[in-house]
């Protein structure tokens, strides 16, 4: 009798032991912006993020990370600039191809819309603006020593890609340089 009181003791310990979960729902799986919040602190200067179209090729690097937003470009480009806008670390250069300006509304539905929200989103910050393949080869010198983050949105409409270098937001060019004289004196 003390050993089947004992077992059973033994049993009801061991099952008030196992863990049950809270909530039988199916865990979520992060959002894009959960991802891109978590990863920030990590991306520093020279570091890229890049916000591109649908047809935007996934690249063999593993430098490389993509994440599929799945919304349109205009959002997330909004949510990445108010994000990095709240860092202290660093800052965006921002770059944009120079073929959207060439394309027309009868060639692209929807691009003169398109155009107006991205001039309204990059409105007062300087925009680089370089030729498409021309991107291909910085992400590649940069993929061989950084990450690069890529920001995968659903837009169809071609060349609105945008690409962010980013930049130590506490440090720039003119404090280098004075360093550097100090240095060589």
Known sequence: MKKLLLNVLIITCLASCVQQPADK???QKPTW???????????????WILIVDQAFPEQSNPAMQYINTNEKLADVL??????LGTAK???PILYRD???HFIEEKSAPGVSKFKSQLDSLLKGRPVNEILHDSVF???????KLFSVLVLKTTETIPYTSVF???DCAYWGAEKEAELRSIMRK
């Open 25 to 27: 729902t199916v865990s």
């Open 33 to 47: 912006k959960n991802q891109l919040d978590e990863k920030l602190p990590l991306l520093g200067h020279r570091n």
């Open 78 to 83: 909004n949510y990445t600039l108010t994000t």
């Open 89 to 91: 670390h660093v800052k």
């Open 98 to 100: 120079r073929e959207l």
């Open 137 to 143: 080869v910085k992400i590649d010198k940069v993929a």
């Open 164 to 166: 962010i270098e980013l």
